[in-house]
């Protein structure tokens, strides 16, 4: 579980993050998840350098993974990051999705 | 001048029948007895170790040490994720240039395999930055993202990767203490089950317990009297961001490249004296950067050239790497590999190798890598 409060402060530097467009500079998928992700797993994982020169990981939420490619772009989007307990405050945080 | 006069490690495995702290006693008890030198000769001890807070909220270990040894010597904890090992070394290493004349142990432990992978993989993402860990990456993720940046750069395949496998399973089989003491072929390791695309469960160390330990001193009466010793050249640490995203260059880790270079002139010797080395392979990948980032290999060719397998044992190279099977194969309790390195070195420059002895070793390196790179420790050892 992350501290309410680490989350709240978080949040505040997710805002400025959305709807930036980027590079995929590499990406793996995951098969082998810590606890908080077990349930999504297996996902992709990005790593992209945003337009304004920014460097930034995040989960790629579509589908198709078989389509992801270095140098694809991408844009972000606001999504749940983890699944922890019922109970707690929910985490958000910055995924990317495809260039519209 | 500081000697390494005695090395001792437990076995390397799954030990479910010990604990943590059984395993640290094993070890300096075995060190001991290695050196015939008596606890009371001890003048401080440096243990490193990363996860026993995390998993088994067990902290303050130092105190712990001191009651398993009845003593009230200085014990000091180092950590640094995964060159834990190493900074504990180093450490130890400067309190013995500020102390001349003492004698210090340094023993690393870890105990990991009492958990359920997840946690373990959680418990080691605390090395990793929050927005890493945000992403649900993973360590062998992280490194993914590096082997996808360098395969695709330089125009390799998996199999230039999964060749250092092959070739540390094939040390560590020669070693009694490894984790894994099976040969595995290329076939094997290209088609194992996928921990993060493009790494297989062959690709990545293994979740281990063990525990390892050498003893250091700058006394010349112990060194005249040692059955084995080697001395320190130099031992240089540095670091970088923790982060991958904050970094420059994403085909090398920088913070090898500076201490490699610094332990280079320091030690007063060149690339070409080096005739074996422990990297820090904690993924098939990791090993052909560190070889790239010591100067070893140039930049961009280590995929070729690992898979000519120029550095394993009984081939016509100049230099043998991860005699010990690597953490790939000889397995990876955190806190203990660094230790491990400098100890399979020692082994190695005193002749006490066994069956995966090198011949004419003059001089050897140990390089340790803590998290994706963001501390790196470079140790160099003469005969």
């Keep these: ?100 | 001048m500081i000697s390494v006069v005695g090395y001792y490690s437990t076995q390397f495995g799954e030990l479910w029948e010990r604990s943590l702290f059984d395993l640290v006693k094993e070890s300096i008890d075995g060190l001991l007895k290695e050196t015939k030198i008596d606890k009371k000769e001890i003048d401080a001890i440096f243990f490193s170790n990363m996860m026993s807070g995390i998993l088994e909220n067990n902290l303050h270990g130092s105190s712990k040490i001191a009651q398993l040894l009845k003593t009230h010597i200085p014990v000091f904890r180092s950590e640094a994720a995964c060159a834990s090992g190493g900074m504990a070394v180093y450490l130890a290493i400067q309190y013995l240039k500020a102390n001349p004349g003492k004698t210090v142990i340094v023993v690393g432990a870890e105990k990991m395999t009492d958990f359920a992978p997840e946690e373990a993989v959680e418990g080691l993402m605390a090395a990793a930055s929050g927005e890493e860990q945000e992403a649900g990456l993973t360590f062998p993720g992280l490194y993914a993202l590096l082997a996808q940046i360098y395969l695709s750069k330089y125009n390799y395949k998996h199999s230039h990767m999964g060749a250092i496998s092959v070739k540390n399973h094939f040390h560590a089989s020669l070693n009694e203490k490894a984790h894994f003491k099976k040969k595995v072929t290329l076939e094997q390791v290209l088609g194992s089950p996928k921990i993060a695309w493009p790494l297989g469960v062959l690709d990545c160390s293994p979740i281990s317990d063990g525990a390892s330990s050498i003893m250091l001193t700058s006394d010349n009466i112990k060194i005249k009297k040692a059955k084995h010793t080697c001395c320190i050249l130099s031992s240089e640490i540095a670091s970088d961001s923790i982060s991958l995203t904050e970094r420059e260059k994403l085909n090398s880790l920088i913070s090898t490249v500076v201490a490699g270079n610094k332990a280079f002139r320091a030690a007063g010797i060149k690339r070409s004296d080096i005739r074996v080395a422990e990297l820090h392979d904690c993924f098939s990948i990791a090993e052909i950067l560190g070889m790239e980032d010591l100067g070893f290999w140039k930049k961009g060719e280590g995929g070729a050239r690992a898979l000519e397998y120029e550095t394993m044992l009984g081939n016509s190279g100049d230099m043998v790497v991860n005699t010990s099977g690597g953490l790939k194969a000889a397995g990876h309790p955190v806190g203990a590999t660094g230790i491990k390195q400098i100890g399979e070195v020692f082994l190695q420059l005193t002749g006490q190798a066994g069956k995966r002895q090198v011949q004419n070793v003059h001089y050897g390196l140990a390089q340790n890598v803590g998290g994706s790179g963001g501390t790196a420790v470079v140790t160099i050892l003469g005969a």
């Design chain 1, 1 to 100: 579980m992350i501290s309410p409060v680490k989350i709240w402060r978080r949040q505040k530097n997710v805002r400025s993050l959305l709807n930036k467009k980027g590079v995929v500079l590499s990406w793996t998928v995951i098969y082998a998840p810590p606890n908080d992700f077990k349930k999504c797993a297996p996902y992709s994982v990005l790593l992209v350098q945003l337009d304004d020169g920014e460097k930034l990981v995040g989960q790629y939420v579509e589908t198709q993974q078989e389509e992801i490619k270095i140098g694809m772009r991408v844009r972000t989007i606001l999504r749940k990051t983890r699944i922890t307990n019922h109970e707690d405050v929910i985490s958000y945080g910055i995924k990317f999705t495809n260039e519209l």
